[in-house]
C-alpha cells in the first residue's frame, strides 16, 4: 500500500513538472498565454491536492481529498485539450501528457472507491 502511495506521489509531481514544461514552451499569445497559465495553475495543484489527501486524518477527509485531486485533473485535461482543439498546441506534442492525467485519474478513482467500499463494511 505504502509503494502505491509513493508512487502515485511522484507520477504526480511528475505530470506537474510536464505541466510546467508545456506552459514554459508556450509561444508568447495572450490565448496560449491564458490556457496554458489556466493548465499550469490546476496542473500543478493536482500533485499539491494529492499530497494533502496523504496527510488526511480520516476516511472522510481522505476521500475529500481524493475528490479535489480529481477536480484537479479533470480541469487539467479540459484545458489541454481546448489547448488542442484551438490549434495552439499539436493533438501529437500532449498525447501523453492526456494520457497521464487519464491514467491517474483512474488510480485516485480506484483509491476513493476502495476507500468507500471499505467504509461501507
Request: aromatic share 6%; with cysteine; glycine share 2%.
Amino acid at each position: 500500500m505504502r509503494d502505491d502511495v509513493e508512487r502515485l506521489r511522484r507520477r504526480t509531481q511528475d505530470f506537474a513538472l510536464r505541466v510546467i514544461r508545456l506552459f514554459r514552451s508556450l509561444k508568447p499569445d495572450r490565448v496560449a498565454d491564458a490556457l496554458g497559465y489556466q493548465a499550469f495553475r490546476s496542473g500543478t495543484s493536482v500533485g499539491a491536492q494529492y499530497r494533502e489527501s496523504c496527510r488526511s486524518r480520516s476516511d472522510a477527509e481522505l476521500i475529500s481529498k481524493l475528490e479535489s485531486t480529481l477536480q484537479e485533473l479533470d480541469e487539467t485535461s479540459y484545458w489541454l485539450e481546448l489547448l488542442v482543439r484551438s490549434e495552439i498546441v499539436s493533438n501529437r506534442r500532449l498525447d501523453s501528457l492526456m494520457r497521464e492525467a487519464d491514467e491517474i485519474t483512474r488510480m485516485v478513482v480506484t483509491a476513493a472507491k476502495n476507500i468507500k467500499s471499505r467504509r461501507a463494511r
